[in-house]
């Protein structure tokens, strides 16, 4: 939706604003409702896929109109269509289908905190008890292994891509907080000579061990149950996977974790980051910056950290060197450091 | 925030809608924190707006950060500052402050409409029990006549200015659902000679006439109390106001009730309304156009309609013409139908 015309005061943000909500139950309702999917199977007018959908005409006109001012389809002559987008991420048949992802990202364990978003603020941490998201062994974790995993997985080949381009020579990985296991998995896909080991809560490591299977690399896939504070990592490893974990906890804890990972790394091996990474004044890139609302409200003290503060994280905890790294087309970035 | 990248699939717009509602809670919790003041009044850092609304510096920043991306607040070297649209409609020392519109905006009877959106589309209507918003005499009016005023001060001016813009003729209004009573009011200051009659529920014209006081205009303001369906409007108007209104009801009510408007008219008489108009392809201009989906999931069989769809109810109720005006800078329309 558009903003304000400048040097004319307009409630018309505010207005758009306070009613942002209603863009997230357009999105969850069309995908409920399989609206993406009658598209792309060829329903194009609010009538027939209103009859594939099982709705009023009236109520699928009004939802497909309104996805088409969020620029999830477009609309020509009364007839919709899908976007790039929306064909590729929202429609059931595609391989990339992200509707699973609204059982992670829209289950009330993850909202109810920025229902709070008040008391978090007071707070400078969520306002859910129990530590939010990352008391132990929290079933939410299962739910983000399942739903989270094709989202994850272009950027989990990316990532085996970029750290290890060449794949010609043998490497032991652990993978910490594997959830789906993805980003490990593509490290063994990229290259016959990767052996992994994903750690993880017990019931997230199934979702991983039957990805693993599903890729053929169970034979150099092992794991290792628990919390990564608590059990012990071995030794050895010429890679450590920290994907999209460290933002859950403040510096002195990560600090703490990564001395661990240190100690488990073998000589000349890498530590290697994927996180929402805000540039210094902590307002762009939007994504990841606005990822520090999500870790304010929904765990005790985590946030999105600048590469400034990354480095220096992994500087304590001593490594020699830490380098940041794009990873398009994702807006995740990737910081890869030096024992 | 940004959409995607032409021609290369991203799942950024996905995620960016999935958190939507994020938006809605960072600005409730911005108001009632009262941070646009704090800045407003002249703290600038996170640290000083912190100790002005006795929160947490971490939890502060996080809002502040928030707020700046979602184009409410600027950033520039760590000092955050108001834009002209938060310095007019969100410092509570501002006449224009908004507010108070969130009592009416975020009150559950509307945002739990949203939340059944899936079951509204399936019914075509409100997933609401007792008729959503429109059932009798229902309380929510009356948070909209108190939060919705300051935001209506502007169009209600305007709107005068634009029907009567001469002033200078003895003219007899009535002021259908004229909830804060803002619209009539301001045909009252705008011409000595305007008499107003404004009808709304009992507890809703209490606001009214409180707001008639205050513009001294109370000599010239009388009430009607109940429902414009039922009530006895009197006859001999020069103009009928229909302010928001037509949009909680399906066509053939909405017709029911312009023949009555139609009658109570003088010869020569006007109807003016003042809607959310989308043009004929129903997804622009954007606030407008979505519109309908407030109404979908808020009342029974309400909706945004076009211009077309207007003029043919008032044709079919009696009138002999009617014309569309733009009301900038506002994003609603009038439509001026003559008897």
């Given amino acids: ?33 399989e609206v993406f999917t009658a598209i792309g199977e ?84 969520t306002a859910m008890e129990d530590e939010g998201t990352i008391g132990p062994d929290h079933p939410i974790w299962v739910k983000f292994a399942r739903g989270m995993a094709p989202m994850m997985a272009m950027p989990a080949q990316l990532l085996a891509k970029l750290v290890d381009p060449t794949a010609d020579r043998k490497v032991k990985i652990l993978d910490i907080a594997a959830g789906h296991g993805l980003y490990g998995i593509n490290f063994a896909t990229n ?12 019931a997230v490591l199934e979702v991983a061990k039957e990805n693993a299977q599903k890729a053929g690399v169970s034979d150099r896939y092992r794991t290792i149950e628990g919390s990564a504070f608590d059990v012990d990592f071995g030794a050895g490893y010429d890679l450590v996977l920290l994907t999209n974990f460290l933002h859950h906890f403040d510096q002195p804890t990560g600090e703490t974790l990564l001395r661990k990972v240190h100690a488990a790394l073998a000589d000349g091996g890498h530590a290697v980051t994927l996180e929402f990474v805000p540039n210094e ?8 910056a606005g990822f520090s609302m999500m870790m304010l409200t929904g765990t005790p003290s985590g946030d999105a950290y600048t590469f400034a503060e990354l480095e220096r994280m992994f500087a304590n905890a001593g490594f020699s060197r830490s380098t940041l790294h794009a990873l398009p087309p994702t807006f995740q970035q990737v910081v890869i450091s030096e024992k």
Same sequence: chains 1, 2.
């Fill in 1 to 33: 939706m558009s903003t304000s015309v400048a040097q004319q005061p307009s409630p018309q943000l505010f207005f758009q604003t306070i009613n942002a909500h209603m863009r997230t139950e357009a999105l969850k309702a069309a995908i409920e409702l």
């Fill in 42 to 125: 060829g329903n194009t007018t609010a009538a027939e896929i209103a009859k594939r959908c099982q709705t009023s005409e009236k109520g699928m006109r009004v939802l497909c109109d309104y996805l088409t001012i969020m620029e999830m389809l477009t609309k020509k002559d009364g007839h919709y269509a899908l976007t790039l987008d929306s064909s590729v991420f929202l429609d059931k048949r595609s391989p990339a289908y992200l509707g699973g992802a609204t059982e992670f990202l829209c289950s009330p364990m993850l909202t109810d905190g920025s229902k709070h978003m008040t008391e978090a603020v007071r707070k400078g941490g």
């Fill in 191 to 202: 290259n016959p000579q990767a052996e992994i080991t994903a750690l993880d809560w017990k």
């Fill in 281 to 288: 004044d902590r307002v762009t890139p939007p994504d990841s």
